[in-house]
């Protein structure tokens, strides 16, 4: 049997850059046969621009105006798993909205796994493609403490994002967010 959510909620996924919130979403959502939308994605369609030509165009500060109107109008749609960029959560809207309207899960990494997730890579716009430890840990003592505010909180260690799935959907189901696993091969007599 499917598990499926209890309450017409948006599982809203958070958490800094490189924790895999997509990944880990994509996968969510297949699992609970839910639609599942990116928030930078949506942010690219709309504007055209990729996230990093948007923070070199108009700054950060302008970038987060846009965002938030974003994730206001996502926050405002039907059940889905909703991956939020790295920085939407920290929006005191977001938060707020957020607890309306979503059940919000913190992807918590480590500074160890973010940095090699992000190593070499030109799309994130707030951490340098090279050496980018010091970066990281700097940005995850800014936003932990915001993060911290989510629902639920799932550890994202170095490993295939479907491990980090099954966790997050017995967390769902200890806190009677999704209905319990009932195994096909279980019947009733």
Known sequence: MTQKLLQPKI???????????????????????????DSDKEIERMTGFSISDLFARYGEAEFRLGEEKVMERLLHGGPCVLSSGGGAFLSAKTRKLSKETAVSVWLKAGAEVISGRTQGRTHRPLVPSADNQQVIERLLKECYPLYAEADLTIESYNEHPSKTVVR??????????????????????
């Open 168 to 189: 997050l959907l017995r967390a769902l189901e200890q806190n009677e967010i999704i209905s319990p696993y009932v195994s096909p091969r279980v019947r009733n007599k």
């Open 11 to 37: 599982l809203l996924l958070v958490g800094m850059m490189g924790v895999g919130k997509t990944s880990v979403g994509r996968l969510l959502a297949r699992k609970l046969k839910l639609p599942f939308l």
